[in-house]
C-alpha cells in the first residue's frame, strides 16, 4: 500500500510531531505544534480582565479566535473556533476563576491538511503553558477514507484530502491514574471519552466505528507526546533546583 | 503500605491535568482522623477522585500531609499573604487602584500604611510602584493590599519602590528568586551591588548604583530561566566581563 | 483590554539611561534587534523575528479580471490586519489607530514605491491578470510592528513563486508545480523601513524602539529606502517636531541599516534556495 505523502509508508502513519512552548513574550501562555508540514500557533492570555457584556459571574468566559493563514476570516475559521470553543469549554474548570476572560487566539502557520487536529493540539499545549486548570488533556487526530482505495489514512495532507470520501477528526480526553507503586510508565489509564468528533463526506456505521478506533490509538500517540513536551519543560525549569 | 514517593524519588514526579491520585497514596496513614491539605493545582473531582488540574511538578510535605503542584505560569493570580509589587493606577477618597497584574486591580486602603491616621497619611500618584502584601483574596473579589505587617503594625519593607527598574518574569521564576540558595542573584552579588524585590507577581524590582548594573542585572535575571548551574555561570561571567 | 501604562520608575529610569547613553536591553542607540527569517517548505511564507517582535507573512496569488481601465495591471493586496495573538489590546473587529498607521505605511512602502511590477503580472490583457496577495500576521508585539512587518513583506515576495503560464491564442492553461517550475515574481528593488523614536526634546534618538520605548518616546520617524540610496516613503505622524538636519541624519543612518538588512535578506534567501 502506498500513500499520496510519499514521505510514509504506512496507512496508520503520523506525519512526525514537533512543539515548542512559551513562545510569545506578550501572551501568558502560547505553544505551537505540527504535523510535518501543518503548523498552528496558539496563544492564551488570562484569566484576565473581561468586557462587562461577556462578564459571567460563575465563572470565566472562553473567547476562542481563530485567523486563517491566507485571507479574511470566514465561515470555516467561525466553525473552527465554535468547535474549539464547546470542546474547551466543559474542560477549562472555569468556575474557579469568575468574571474573567480567557481568549485563545489560534493562527495557522502551515497548512497542509489536518488544520483542526494540529489546532486542537497547539491549543491544548499553550492552556497548559498558560496554567489554565483543566479537568484534563486532549489529544486530536485527522483521518479519512480515501475515496479509491476505501483504506483509511490517518493524518492526511491536502493533497490526500482532495481524493477523500470521507474525513473524520476526533478528540479524546486523557484521564490517567497513578498507580500507588508510582512510576512514570505505568499510569493506568480510566475512562476516555470522546470530547469532539466532526465527519463530512459520506461514510458507513462501519468506516465511521473503525476511523473512531484507529484515530483513538492513534491520539495515545500524541497523548504521549504532550506529556514528554511539558516533562522536557518542567525539567528545563527544576535544573537549577534539582541538580 | 506502599505511598507516592516524591522528595525521595530522584526523578521528579510530574502529572498533568487528569492525571488522578489514588486515595491509598495520599492517606500516610490509614486511620480515618488524618487530614489532607490539598494546595494548588491539585481539585477533588465530582467522582471524588483528586486529580490535577495543572501541569507541574506533584510535591507532598508530610507535616499536615500538604500535597500541591508546583507549576509556572505568567498571570498572576491574587493568593492571601504573597508579597507583590503593584502599580498605583488610580485613587479614590478611600483607596488606591493598584495594578498587580492578575484579572482585575487590587485595592490598597489610603490607611493601609505604617503609623497612617486619616490627617497623616502617606500620599502616592499614578505610575508609582508599591512593594505590598495581598491581605485579602478570593475568586469573587478584588484582592486588598497593605503596606504593612499585620501583626507588628510596622512597614517591613513595604511601600513604595523609589528609582531602580521594574522586569516581568515567569511567576515559577519569581518563587525560585525567593530561594536564597538561588544562584543567579548569588553570582550577580559577588560582582556587583545591588538592591531588590521580588514580587510573586513576576514583577521583580531592582535598584543599582548605575543604570548599567540594573539593566545587566535585568537581562541576567531573565536569561537565567531556562539554564542549569554551569550554564548560568558562565551567562553571568560572559555579561560581567562585557561591562 | 488596554495595555497598562508602564510605571513611574521604568519611564524614569528608561530616560535617565538613555541620557547616560544606555538602552534598557542593552543595545547602542542605533541598533536593530537580531533578526531572524525563517523559511517554510513553502514558497512564500516567512516568519520574522526581530528581538521578541515576531510577524508571519504569506503570499498568495489567484487569477482574476482586471480593472477596465487598466487591463495590462495585475493586483498586488495586504492583509495587515492586528492579530489579538500580538496583545490582547488589538481586538478583533476594531481598527485602532495604530492599525491604519500600520497598513498605511506597509501600503506607501511597498506598493506605491512600485517595489512589484505589477504589469508582470499581466496573462491576457484585459482578460486575465494575477492578484497576489501578502497576508501579514503580527504573533508578538514588542515595539517596531512596521519594520518588522516590512521586512516579511518583501522577503516573503522575493521568495514566492507563482504558477507558470502559457497562453496559445485565447486558451490559458496554468501548470501545476510538479508540471513546471514556478516562476518568481519580478521585484524592482527593495523597500526597507527603519523607524526611529525620539526622546528628551528629540535631542535623543534611536532606531528600531522596544515596546516599552514605544510607550516612552515623545515622537517617532520611518523612512522607507532602498539599497540604491532611493527614499521611497517617509513617515512622520504627530510627536515632537524636528529640526531638518535630523531629518537628514536619520535618513543617514538608515542607508547603512538598510544596506545590512539587505544583505541578511538574501543571504538568508540565497541558503533557502540552496537547499532545495
Request: glycine share 6%.
Given at each position: 500500500?502506498?500513500?499520496?505523502?510519499?514521505?510514509?509508508?504506512?496507512?496508520?502513519?503520523?506525519?512526525?510531531?514537533?512543539?515548542?512552548?512559551?513562545?510569545?513574550?506578550?501572551?501568558?501562555?502560547?505553544?505551537?505544534?505540527?504535523?510535518?508540514?501543518?503548523?498552528?500557533?496558539?496563544?492564551?492570555?488570562?484569566?484576565?480582565?473581561?468586557?462587562?457584556?461577556?462578564?459571567?459571574?460563575?465563572?470565566?468566559?472562553?473567547?476562542?479566535?481563530?485567523?486563517?493563514?491566507?485571507?479574511?476570516?470566514?465561515?470555516?475559521?467561525?466553525?473552527?473556533?465554535?468547535?474549539?470553543?464547546?470542546?474547551?469549554?466543559?474542560?477549562?474548570?472555569?468556575?474557579?476563576?469568575?468574571?474573567?476572560?480567557?481568549?485563545?487566539?489560534?493562527?495557522?502557520?502551515?497548512?497542509?491538511?489536518?488544520?483542526?487536529?494540529?489546532?486542537?493540539?497547539?491549543?491544548?499545549?499553550?492552556?497548559?503553558?498558560?496554567?489554565?486548570?483543566?479537568?484534563?488533556?486532549?489529544?486530536?487526530?485527522?483521518?479519512?477514507?480515501?475515496?479509491?482505495?476505501?483504506?483509511?489514512?490517518?493524518?492526511?495532507?491536502?493533497?490526500?484530502?482532495?481524493?477523500?470520501?470521507?474525513?473524520?477528526?476526533?478528540?479524546?480526553?486523557?484521564?490517567?491514574s497513578i498507580t500507588s507503586d508510582s512510576?512514570?510508565?505505568?499510569?493506568?489509564?480510566?475512562?476516555?471519552?470522546?470530547?469532539?468528533?466532526?465527519?463530512?463526506?459520506?461514510?458507513?456505521?462501519?468506516?465511521?466505528?473503525?476511523?473512531?478506533?484507529?484515530?483513538?490509538?492513534?491520539?495515545?500517540?500524541?497523548?504521549?507526546?504532550?506529556?514528554?513536551?511539558?516533562?522536557?519543560?518542567?525539567?528545563?525549569?527544576?535544573?537549577?533546583?534539582?541538580? | 503500605m506502599a505511598s507516592i514517593t516524591?522528595?525521595?524519588?530522584?526523578?521528579?514526579?510530574?502529572?498533568?491535568?487528569?492525571?488522578q491520585l489514588p486515595e491509598s497514596g495520599l492517606m500516610e496513614d490509614s486511620s480515618a482522623a488524618h487530614r489532607l491539605t490539598l494546595?494548588?493545582?491539585?481539585?477533588p473531582?465530582?467522582?471524588d477522585s483528586i486529580?490535577?488540574?495543572?501541569?507541574?511538578?506533584?510535591?507532598h510535605?508530610a507535616v499536615g500531609n500538604r500535597w500541591?503542584?508546583?507549576?509556572?505560569?505568567?498571570?498572576?493570580?491574587?493568593?492571601?499573604?504573597?508579597?507583590?509589587?503593584?502599580?498605583?493606577?488610580?485613587?479614590?477618597?478611600?483607596?488606591?487602584?493598584?495594578?498587580?497584574?492578575?484579572?482585575?486591580?487590587?485595592?490598597?486602603?489610603?490607611?493601609?500604611?505604617?503609623?497612617?491616621?486619616?490627617?497623616?497619611?502617606?500620599?502616592?500618584?499614578?505610575?508609582?510602584?508599591?512593594?505590598?502584601?495581598?491581605?485579602?483574596?478570593?475568586?469573587?473579589?478584588?484582592?486588598?493590599?497593605?503596606?504593612?505587617?499585620?501583626?507588628?503594625?510596622?512597614?517591613?519593607?513595604?511601600?513604595?519602590?523609589?528609582?531602580?527598574?521594574?522586569?516581568?518574569?515567569?511567576?515559577?521564576?519569581?518563587?525560585?528568586?525567593?530561594?536564597?540558595?538561588?544562584?543567579?542573584?548569588?553570582?550577580?552579588?559577588?560582582?556587583?551591588?545591588?538592591?531588590?524585590?521580588?514580587?510573586?507577581?513576576?514583577?521583580?524590582?531592582?535598584?543599582?548604583?548605575?543604570?548599567?548594573?540594573?539593566?545587566?542585572?535585568?537581562?541576567?535575571?531573565?536569561?537565567?530561566?531556562?539554564?542549569?548551574?554551569?550554564?548560568?555561570?558562565?551567562?553571568?561571567?560572559?555579561?560581567?566581563?562585557?561591562? | 483590554?488596554?495595555?497598562?501604562?508602564?510605571?513611574?520608575?521604568?519611564?524614569?529610569?528608561?530616560?535617565?539611561?538613555?541620557?547616560?547613553?544606555?538602552?534598557?536591553?542593552?543595545?547602542?542607540?542605533?541598533?536593530?534587534?537580531?533578526?531572524?527569517?525563517?523559511?517554510?517548505?513553502?514558497?512564500?511564507?516567512?516568519?520574522?523575528?526581530?528581538?521578541?517582535?515576531?510577524?508571519?507573512?504569506?503570499?498568495?496569488?489567484?487569477?482574476?479580471?482586471?480593472?477596465?481601465?487598466?487591463?495590462?495591471?495585475?493586483?498586488?493586496?495586504?492583509?495587515?490586519?492586528?492579530?489579538?495573538?500580538?496583545?490582547?489590546?488589538?481586538?478583533?473587529?476594531?481598527?485602532?489607530?495604530?492599525?491604519?498607521?500600520?497598513?498605511?505605511?506597509?501600503?506607501?512602502?511597498?506598493?506605491?514605491?512600485?517595489?512589484?511590477?505589477?504589469?508582470?503580472?499581466?496573462?491576457?490583457?484585459?482578460?486575465?491578470?494575477?492578484?497576489?496577495?501578502?497576508?501579514?500576521?503580527?504573533?508578538?508585539?514588542?515595539?517596531?510592528?512596521?519594520?518588522?512587518?516590512?521586512?516579511?513583506?518583501?522577503?516573503?515576495?522575493?521568495?514566492?513563486?507563482?504558477?507558470?503560464?502559457?497562453?496559445?491564442?485565447?486558451?490559458?492553461?496554468?501548470?501545476?508545480?510538479?508540471?513546471?517550475?514556478?516562476?518568481?515574481?519580478?521585484?524592482?528593488?527593495?523597500?526597507?523601513?527603519?523607524?526611529?523614536?525620539?526622546?528628551?526634546?528629540?535631542?535623543?534618538?534611536?532606531?528600531?524602539?522596544?515596546?516599552?520605548?514605544?510607550?516612552?518616546?515623545?515622537?517617532?520617524?520611518?523612512?522607507?529606502?532602498?539599497?540604491?540610496?532611493?527614499?521611497?516613503?517617509?513617515?512622520?505622524?504627530?510627536?515632537?517636531?524636528?529640526?531638518?538636519?535630523?531629518?537628514?541624519?536619520?535618513?543617514?543612518?538608515?542607508?547603512?541599516?538598510?544596506?545590512?538588512?539587505?544583505?541578511?535578506?538574501?543571504?538568508?534567501?540565497?541558503?533557502?534556495?540552496?537547499?532545495?
Amino acid at each position: 500500500m502506498s500513500r499520496l505523502d510519499r514521505t510514509r509508508t504506512s496507512a496508520h502513519q503520523l506525519r512526525p510531531f514537533f512543539s515548542s512552548q512559551n513562545l510569545l513574550n506578550r501572551a501568558d501562555g502560547s505553544a505551537q505544534f505540527d504535523f510535518g508540514e501543518s503548523s498552528v500557533m496558539c496563544s492564551v492570555v488570562g484569566p484576565a480582565e473581561v468586557k462587562l457584556r461577556d462578564e459571567k459571574l460563575d465563572r470565566a468566559t472562553i473567547e476562542v479566535v481563530v485567523r486563517p493563514l491566507v485571507g479574511l476570516p470566514g465561515i470555516k475559521d467561525k466553525a473552527r473556533e465554535q468547535a474549539l470553543r464547546e470542546t474547551l469549554e466543559p474542560l477549562v474548570l472555569s468556575g474557579l476563576h469568575p468574571r474573567t476572560g480567557i481568549q485563545i487566539v489560534v493562527q495557522t502557520m502551515k497548512d497542509d491538511g489536518s488544520i483542526l487536529a494540529t489546532a486542537f493540539n497547539a491549543t491544548i499545549l499553550a492552556l497548559l503553558d498558560a496554567g489554565i486548570p483543566l479537568k484534563s488533556i486532549l489529544g486530536a487526530v485527522t483521518c479519512i477514507v480515501d475515496a479509491e482505495t476505501n483504506q483509511i489514512l490517518l493524518d492526511p495532507t491536502t493533497q490526500e484530502l482532495a481524493n477523500a470520501k470521507s474525513t473524520h477528526t476526533f478528540v479524546f480526553d486523557n484521564k490517567s491514574s497513578i498507580t500507588s507503586d508510582s512510576t512514570q510508565e505505568d499510569k493506568e489509564a480510566v475512562e476516555v471519552s470522546t470530547l469532539y468528533s466532526d465527519s463530512t463526506g459520506l461514510f458507513s456505521e462501519e468506516e465511521y466505528f473503525e476511523c473512531a478506533q484507529i484515530c483513538y490509538k492513534a491520539v495515545q500517540a500524541v497523548h504521549g507526546f504532550i506529556r514528554t513536551a511539558v516533562q522536557k519543560k518542567l525539567e528545563k525549569e527544576q535544573q537549577q533546583i534539582h541538580s | 503500605m506502599a505511598s507516592i514517593t516524591t522528595e525521595e524519588e530522584s526523578k521528579l514526579l510530574i502529572v498533568l491535568p487528569g492525571d488522578q491520585l489514588p486515595e491509598s497514596g495520599l492517606m500516610e496513614d490509614s486511620s480515618a482522623a488524618h487530614r489532607l491539605t490539598l494546595g494548588p493545582g491539585l481539585a477533588p473531582m465530582d467522582d471524588d477522585s483528586i486529580t490535577a488540574v495543572k501541569a507541574g511538578i506533584l510535591k507532598h510535605n508530610a507535616v499536615g500531609n500538604r500535597w500541591w503542584v508546583e507549576s509556572n505560569q505568567r498571570r498572576y493570580v491574587a493568593a492571601q499573604g504573597e508579597s507583590i509589587i503593584g502599580v498605583v493606577t488610580g485613587k479614590s477618597v478611600e483607596h488606591y487602584k493598584v495594578d498587580i497584574g492578575a484579572s482585575q486591580p487590587a485595592l490598597l486602603g489610603v490607611l493601609a500604611f505604617e503609623g497612617a491616621t486619616k490627617r497623616n497619611k502617606p500620599n502616592h500618584n499614578i505610575g508609582d510602584l508599591l512593594y505590598c502584601r495581598v491581605s485579602m483574596a478570593n475568586k469573587d473579589m478584588e484582592a486588598e493590599l497593605e503596606c504593612m505587617n499585620p501583626t507588628t503594625g510596622k512597614a517591613d519593607g513595604f511601600g513604595e519602590l523609589k528609582g531602580g527598574f521594574v522586569i516581568k518574569i515567569s511567576l515559577g521564576l519569581a518563587r525560585r528568586l525567593l530561594d536564597p540558595k538561588n544562584l543567579v542573584l548569588r553570582l550577580l552579588g559577588q560582582h556587583i551591588p545591588f538592591e531588590m524585590a521580588v514580587g510573586t507577581n513576576g514583577k521583580v524590582w531592582v535598584n543599582s548604583a548605575n543604570a548599567q548594573h540594573t539593566i545587566l542585572i535585568c537581562n541576567a535575571i531573565r536569561n537565567s530561566e531556562y539554564l542549569n548551574s554551569a550554564e548560568c555561570s558562565a551567562m553571568v561571567k560572559s555579561l560581567v566581563e562585557k561591562m | 483590554m488596554r495595555d497598562a501604562d508602564p510605571s513611574t520608575n521604568e519611564r524614569e529610569f528608561l530616560l535617565a539611561a538613555l541620557k547616560d547613553g544606555a538602552r534598557i536591553d542593552g543595545r547602542k542607540f542605533y541598533d536593530f534587534r537580531t533578526l531572524r527569517l525563517t523559511f517554510g517548505a513553502e514558497y512564500g511564507a516567512v516568519e520574522v523575528q526581530l528581538g521578541n517582535t515576531r510577524v508571519l507573512a504569506k503570499v498568495s496569488c489567484e487569477v482574476i479580471r482586471p480593472y477596465t481601465d487598466k487591463p495590462t495591471e495585475g493586483f498586488l493586496m495586504f492583509n495587515t490586519e492586528l492579530s489579538p495573538m500580538a496583545s490582547a489590546a488589538f481586538e478583533v473587529g476594531r481598527q485602532t489607530d495604530e492599525e491604519v498607521l500600520v497598513s498605511r505605511l506597509i501600503e506607501k512602502a511597498m506598493r506605491r514605491s512600485r517595489a512589484l511590477d505589477t504589469e508582470g503580472l499581466c496573462i491576457v490583457a484585459g482578460e486575465k491578470v494575477w492578484s497576489i496577495r501578502v497576508d501579514i500576521h503580527f504573533l508578538d508585539h514588542d515595539g517596531n510592528l512596521v519594520d518588522a512587518a516590512c521586512i516579511a513583506a518583501i522577503t516573503a515576495l522575493l521568495h514566492f513563486r507563482r504558477p507558470d503560464v502559457t497562453v496559445v491564442g485565447e486558451d490559458v492553461t496554468i501548470h501545476t508545480l510538479e508540471q513546471r517550475n514556478p516562476v518568481p515574481l519580478s521585484i524592482h528593488h527593495i523597500p526597507i523601513c527603519t523607524t526611529f523614536a525620539f526622546f528628551n526634546n528629540g535631542e535623543r534618538m534611536i532606531v528600531d524602539p522596544s515596546f516599552l520605548e514605544e510607550q516612552v518616546k515623545e515622537g517617532d520617524m520611518t523612512v522607507t529606502l532602498n539599497v540604491h540610496k532611493e527614499v521611497c516613503a517617509l513617515s512622520k505622524a504627530g510627536g515632537i517636531p524636528m529640526e531638518i538636519d535630523q531629518i537628514l541624519q536619520c535618513t543617514k543612518i538608515a542607508v547603512v541599516k538598510v544596506a545590512e538588512i539587505t544583505a541578511q535578506i538574501q543571504a538568508a534567501l540565497e541558503a533557502d534556495a540552496k537547499k532545495r
